[in-house]
């Protein structure tokens, strides 16, 4: 097994503290069912947000260091990134048809390569990260598993000539929201599946026994994640269920929509009930209603209240009155907070993968500019005034918490702008509550 060494754990530890940031309250369901460390465990889930889904269950994995399987073209050259990567327990693996085996030689060998380490490591006690969908989706949704993790799970039992028991469990990820910071986070974790069951079986059947495993994880993580799976009503369902009807529905179950693992429980319940047949007419005309939502600067929740220009103002006179506030927090922290978004200026220009979004946000501030711009002049500054180090050091992460709030509150104002002067602001209000009416939720 492979114990984090201090230096990596005090990584681990100064990451939780920058993803704290992004994900204030992080929930972790069922971590105790986990095996113990030393156990020889693959970790399977759905794979939803870049980067920071393998970073979550690392920190949720406090008592171990774990393996990651991912991108293989990020190990092309010997650099210092790739020699990062290694350090930090990712394995590269291309992404082929056939379960990692495909029919381009190079791609294949260096599958197998990794593969084959993969299930030593695991086979000595370790723990591997696997995301069988190998791309990661932009919707709450689960995509088509790959088998290669379970290639590489009775890859390991074989190398322990079948007398030690490999874990399969399964996990999934929950975010309050993908692209901005102060969301909540739940990562609920299944029942550990013992292979040993199955290891007669795949002496005779391999691929027989692989995918009535398959079926056993995919059916947990489904069960364990918000699953849209009704794509073609995707935006008028993810809007309601994010929006005050999907508020209402979690009280009426009883459950408190403020805090994401009932919310998350509520939503399951709403999607369930949205896919029942009498719904499906409302849901065609809600999603071509959503859409030009969203098309013209708004959400559901502010179509929703309908607010007048009062309520404009009202958020105006605030901004303008905590605007000196704003600006001289911005001043300080303005390379933590811009630095992400100009390196990831093709998804500003509309050109790039939107959900590196968070990826950048958090891997940017954690390695770059939080050491430059917050830690060295703190120490700089302990050689000449210790006292104002200490100051400086508690206010730096509270001026970035006003630019945040106060950036959040400017896109909640400039939403209600939005419907205040929109010319169709009315008339989009006035048909959404009319399909809302018209929806069979409480049957």
């Known amino acids: 097994m ?42 399977v889930g759905n794979h939803q947000n870049c980067m920071m889904d393998p970073v979550n269950v690392e920190l949720a994995l406090s008592d171990r260091k774990s393996y990651s399987l991912t991108r293989g073209d990020l190990f092309r050259k010997k650099n210092l990134l790739s020699n990062f990567l290694f350090w930090i327990g990712l394995l590269p693996v291309n992404r082929i048809e056939n379960e990692g085996f495909g029919n381009k030689s190079n791609a294949k060998e260096a599958n197998r390569a ?72 739940v990562l609920r974790f299944g029942t550990p599946i013992a292979l040993s069951t199955y290891y007669e079986q795949y002496k005779t059947k391999p691929r027989t026994t692989m995918r009535q495993v398959n079926d056993i994880v995919e059916s947990q993580i489904r069960e364990l994640m918000l699953n849209i799976s009704d794509l073609d009503h995707y935006t008028s369902i993810d ?11 979690a009280i009426k179950l009883g459950l408190n929509p403020r805090f994401l693992t009932e919310k998350q429980l509520a939503d399951k319940q709403l999607v369930e009930k949205l896919a029942h047949s009498e719904n499906k007419k409302v849901l065609d005309k809600l999603q071509a209603i959503e859409t030009e939502i969203y098309q013209n600067g708004m959400n559901d929740d502010i179509v929703a209240k309908e607010p007048g220009f009062g309520l404009f103002l009202l958020n105006f006179m605030a901004l303008l009155s905590i605007l000196p506030l704003f600006i001289n927090a911005f001043m300080v922290t303005w390379p933590v907070i811009l630095a992400p978004r100009v ?13 590196f979004r968070s990826t950048w946000n958090v891997g940017i501030t954690t390695l770059i500019t939080l050491p430059l711009f917050w830690i060295l002049p703190t120490i700089i500054l302990c050689f000449f005034w210790w006292k104002i180090a200490i100051l400086f050091f508690l206010l730096y992460p509270l001026c ?24 169709d602001s009315k008339r989009l209000a006035d048909e959404r509550n009319n399909c809302i009416k018209n929806l069979n939720l409480y049957n």
């Open 2 to 43: 492979s114990k984090r060494t201090p230096i990596f754990q005090l990584f681990c530890s100064w990451v939780g503290i920058v993803n704290h940031f992004y994900y204030p309250r992080r929930y972790y369901i069922n971590r105790e069912s986990i095996p113990a460390d030393g156990n020889s465990i693959i970790m």
């Open 114 to 185: 990794t593969f084959t380490v993969a299930a030593k490591r695991i086979s000595q006690g370790n723990t591997l990260i696997v995301f069988p969908e190998a791309m990661h989706q932009n919707k709450r949704w689960l995509g088509y598993f790959s088998l290669g993790y379970l290639h590489i799970a009775f890859q390991t039992a074989e190398l322990m000539k079948f007398e030690k028991e490999v874990y399969i469990v399964p996990f999934a990820h929950h975010y309050g929201n993908y692209f901005y910071p102060l969301h909540d986070f």
């Open 400 to 423: 970035i918490l006003i630019v945040l709030l106060y950036c959040k509150l400017f896109r909640h104002t400039r939403m209600i702008w939005n419907f205040v002067t929109g010319k």
């Open 239 to 249: 809007a309601l269920r994010e929006g005050p009807v999907g508020k209402d529905f």
């Open 343 to 355: 390196m990831d200026n093709k998804v500003i220009n509309g050109e790039g993968d939107e959900m």
